[in-house]
């Protein structure tokens, strides 16, 4: 599988938007990018996947650049409960292998 | 809530004993994954079953088995317990291997003395 890189840490303001970078320069044709979530002493939640198109749901939306090299999570009006460590994967069609990295902890400050 | 169940949520064990961990996954998901998470790191993928099969294997010792049972749960057994297999094992359950979400449970955390 395909790696990603992503900041260690970043904060961002309570009620503002949170953009969160990505880079998986490695990722192959048939490798879709996750990204996932773990609040303090739970198990991971999904956000949200894409293959080539954007893609926006109830809780984030993702862009992923014209050449897949890199993506971005977007939370559209960050509240204190989104502080967790958020992990950008690359996973393969058909394996529910997930490499997930240390992930980039966000802080939601008041 | 994903109605990803894991029990117990805690135990404590002395080097050398055996452990059996156990996941009720979701109505309905075939396919069960097991991951272990060290403390300050991301979870690391232990194996998937796939219709009871395994069909997957990160890279874990064999001393860390598993079994998925006709009504999906699952079971992930871990023998001869190093103290480094203290961690949070969490388990994962999705309708299908194609993309799409994994649900995953709260976790039990291990410690072994």
């Known amino acids: 599988d395909a790696k990603t890189t992503q900041p260690p840490s970043m904060d961002c303001a309570e009620g503002r938007a949170a953009n969160l970078p990505c880079n998986h320069s490695?990722?192959?044709?048939?490798?879709?990018v996750y990204w996932y979530r773990q609040i303090h002493s739970q198990g991971p939640q999904y956000i949200i996947h894409?293959?080539?198109n954007n893609e926006t749901n109830e809780m984030a939306s993702l862009i992923i650049t014209e050449d897949r090299k890199s993506s971005t999570l977007i939370l559209p009006h960050a509240t204190l409960r989104d502080t967790a460590v958020y992990y950008c994967?690359?996973?393969?069609?058909?394996?529910?292998?997930?490499?997930f990295g240390k992930g980039n902890q966000v802080v939601v400050i008041p | 809530e994903t109605g990803v169940t894991q029990s117990p949520t805690h135990l404590i064990k002395t080097r050398g004993q055996q452990v059996t961990l156990r996941c009720s996954s979701q109505?309905?998901?075939?396919?069960v994954s097991w991951y272990q998470q060290a403390l300050g790191q991301g979870p690391q993928f232990i194996f998937q079953y796939y219709r009871e099969e395994e069909n997957g294997r990160g890279n874990f010792p064999p001393r860390f088995s598993g079994l998925q049972f006709p009504n999906y749960s699952s079971e992930l057994n871990v023998n001869a317990l190093e103290l480094d297999d203290s961690a949070l094992y969490l388990c994962?359950?999705?309708?299908?291997?194609?993309?799409?979400?994994?649900?995953f449970g709260e976790g039990s955390r291990l410690t072994v003395l």
């Open positions: 994962a359950s999705s309708l299908q291997q194609g993309p799409g979400e994994l649900f």
């Open positions: 894409g293959l080539k």
């Open positions: 109505s309905g998901h075939n396919t």
């Open positions: 490695t990722i192959s044709g048939n490798e879709y």
């Open positions: 994967i690359v996973r393969v069609d058909g394996n529910n292998r997930l490499a």
